[in-house]
């Protein structure tokens, strides 16, 4: 009778601890997922390629304003108060950065003039020209 | 019998354990490298920027389209459509195939090759059997027909352009 009481505790402990391992293994995994998807860097990734596409497909003579408030919260949430859109203009590098990190980088293939890309942090904007 | 039937049980539920673990591994290194596929994909915008390309390309050619400007040995295909020579050129990322024909005939009057020569064979697969191939640069072609400004003659122009900025 003692022994039956015994198999039953183990079946039940086991059982328990089974379960309680599940659950933190799915739930790293969400938060995995959840991190991983928010990232500031996959926001970096996502705004640098978003913002070089739109300067390749800009006409020339166009001046244009980009509201890049989701990057400069991140950047606030960073206490990053640098430059959020940095140009290389002579190899066409644009990098976004929201944080003192490397930032994310992406080639643009437009001719600019420098100075062409111009990041205002009170209005959390990117105005680009094309010449 | 029935001892039998408890010992392989007891060995069932150890190995079971160790099943446990493995197959949390696996389920875990799936998930991972799915979510890291699946990122790269929502980032992956060669066959647009190569598309970008083409049509910039498309359209600065054919505004004011000169013969005797684009067969000219000074021409810049650069200067003309206000590309940056660098990315273009130096990076291996892009591929140009610029190519003017006759009208009617389809013989080729002039052709600008322009950055990794290598795409062109990923461009004429993909293309040519019209299917993606994630593992080769992303192409973008455009096929129109320009005025001469001067003499009014017409001319074929194909634009090939490729990408792998990943």
């Known amino acids: 009778m ?61 001046e244009l304003v980009m509201d890049i408030s989701e990057l400069c919260k991140t950047a606030q949430k960073n206490n990053f108060g640098g430059n ?20 994310n980088s992406f080639k643009f293939f437009t001719k600019l003039e420098r100075g062409s890309i111009l990041y205002d942090s009170n209005k959390c904007t990117l105005t680009i020209k094309t010449g | 019998m029935t001892n039998n039937i408890i010992k392989n049980k007891k060995a069932d539920e150890r190995y079971l354990s160790i099943w446990m673990f493995l197959n949390w591994i696996v389920v875990g290194a799936c998930i991972v490298v799915g979510a890291l596929i699946f990122l790269n994909v929502l980032t992956d915008v060669r066959l647009a920027e190569a598309q970008v390309l083409s049509d910039r390309l498309s359209n600065c050619l054919s505004e004011n389209f000169s013969l005797e400007e684009f067969n000219s040995a000074g021409f810049d295909i650069y200067a003309k459509c206000g590309l940056n020579k660098a990315p273009l050129e130096n990076y291996d990322l892009y ?25 062109e064979v990923m461009c004429e697969y993909q293309l040519n059997n019209r299917k993606t191939e994630q593992n080769f640069a992303q192409c973008a072609n455009n096929k129109l027909t320009i005025i001469d400004e001067k003499t009014g003659d017409e001319y074929g122009l194909v634009i090939i352009a490729a990408s792998n900025q990943i």
């Open chain 2, 95 to 119: 591929y140009l195939n610029i190519t003017l024909q006759e009208q009617g005939s389809g013989k080729a009057i002039k052709q600008i090759l322009k950055g990794k020569g290598t795409f």
């Open chain 1, 84 to 103: 959020i859109a940095i140009a290389d203009y002579n190899s066409g590098i644009l990098t976004v950065k929201t944080s003192n990190n490397d930032g």
């Open chain 1, 2 to 62: 003692i022994t039956q009481n015994r198999k039953a505790q183990n079946l039940l402990a086991g059982t328990t601890i089974f379960i309680i391992l599940n659950v933190l293994f799915f739930s790293l995994m969400l938060l995995f997922i959840s991190q991983v998807g928010s990232s500031d860097n996959s926001l970096e990734k996502k705004e640098v390629r978003r913002i070089a596409l739109v300067i390749d497909q800009m006409k020339s003579d166009t």
